[in-house]
């Protein structure tokens, strides 16, 4: 993981200057140098995302457009981000993992709104140069940057950064700001959860408010027994809206500005990122006042695929032509109070 004031690769580190105007707007002359890195060092908190240095700026993807209308002609004043959960186990090059979560998250600050797309990770979509497969493949074969133009190529969808973290960086976020609350919306009996060594370890939960650990919101994002992946996506998205609330509540915030090097220490093999400091620093000031109902949650549905199994038996969900493109450009609507359904806008499972 790149450290968060290292230059980046072949130069000095980008400024503000690179970014759009709509983005520099939101950095005010008030922020202190100082009082910005102590923003930076926090954010991986509070927004979810990782601290890191890196030197891609947020870039208008010309020409790609959608059936459901140009998507891309709003990128210059966005910024889109795939966050990637990958299934890594202990000793395990990270680079060589599939990914078990898969969310792009869109900020914009013209509208002040902010949107996450959930991807099915058994949706069998087209992997440049390798023909087609599911798209939790595609960072085995050539890590966050080959996941982000499989994602970007299938949705016709601009992807100019990534996060990606591994399971203990979800167990340890949620413990060190002292565990979440979550509506549970039913009950959860799933007794093949699997445990790190080939075994089970059972996961057994009633519908209701929880406060959980780190251990239980691991277990509540990643099981699917007795629900389909539809809802542990909803779930997921779920987590991280609680995971920011809880983070910017007063109490919290304050201790972990406070630690906030030791808590960087101990996630550095954890989380990684190519986001530069200064769009660190955008986003943390972005998301802090940005109310939940501001935030568009969209899921590749059952409407939007279809069951197929392969010759190899492989049970996969083919892409119904051209809804990934209407999702890609519901992404960027402007969220509204909906109820919520198998696919599109809703809000909590």
């Known amino acids: 993981m790149r450290g968060l004031v290292s230059a980046p690769e072949g130069g000095h580190l980008m400024g503000l200057s690179h ?26 908190l509070a927004v979810a995302m990782p601290a890191g240095g890196g030197r891609l700026s947020v870039t208008q993807h010309a020409g790609q457009t959608t059936q459901a209308g140009t998507v891309a002609s709003q990128a210059a004043e966005r910024l889109n981000v795939l966050l990637l959960g990958i299934d890594q186990r202990p000793g395990q090059n990270p680079d060589r993992t599939r990914t ?5 998250m869109t900020f914009d600050p013209e509208t002040h709104t902010a949107g996450m797309l959930s991807i099915p990770r058994d949706l069998y979509v087209s992997l440049p140069g390798r023909g087609r497969g599911r798209i939790n493949t595609a960072h085995v074969y050539g890590g966050p940057a080959y996941a982000m133009r499989t994602v970007a190529g299938n949705f016709d969808l601009p992807i100019q950064h990534y996060v990606r973290v591994n399971f203990n960086a979800l167990t340890t ?4 700001v002292g565990g979440i609350d ?18 089970y370890d059972p996961f ?18 990643r099981t699917r027994h007795g629900s389909s992946d539809f809802y542990r996506m909803r779930r997921q998205q779920q987590i991280i809206i609680a995971l920011r609330d809880r983070v910017l509540s007063t109490d919290v915030l304050t201790t972990l500005l406070q630690n906030a090097p030791q808590i960087l220490d101990t996630l550095k093999d954890s989380i ?28 590749v549905g059952e409407t939007a695929v279809r069951r197929w199994t ?12 051209g809804r990934l493109h209407e999702l890609a450009a519901q992404l960027y609507t402007l969220p509204m109070v909906a109820k919520a359904g198998v696919d599109g806008h809703g809000g909590p499972p």
Do not use: C
């Open 100 to 104: 078990d979560t898969m969310i792009v």
């Open 272 to 299: 990684s990122t190519d986001l530069s400091l200064p769009e660190i620093i955008q986003l943390i000031l972005f998301a802090k006042d940005l109310p939940e109902e501001k935030v568009n949650r969209v899921v």
């Open 182 to 199: 979550v509506e549970v919306d039913q009950d959860i009996d799933d007794q093949t959860y699997p445990d790190n060594t080939n075994g």
């Open 173 to 176: 976020l949620v413990d060190l």
């Open 19 to 44: 970014a759009s105007h709509g983005w520099r707007r939101w950095i005010g002359a008030e922020l202190t140098a100082a009082f910005a890195i102590r923003l930076a060092l926090v954010l991986p």
């Open 204 to 221: 057994v939960i009633s519908a209701g408010r929880h406060h959980m650990d780190g251990a239980t919101v691991l277990k509540y994002a």
């Open 310 to 321: 392969t010759r190899q038996g492989a049970q996969v969900l083919v892409p119904i032509p």
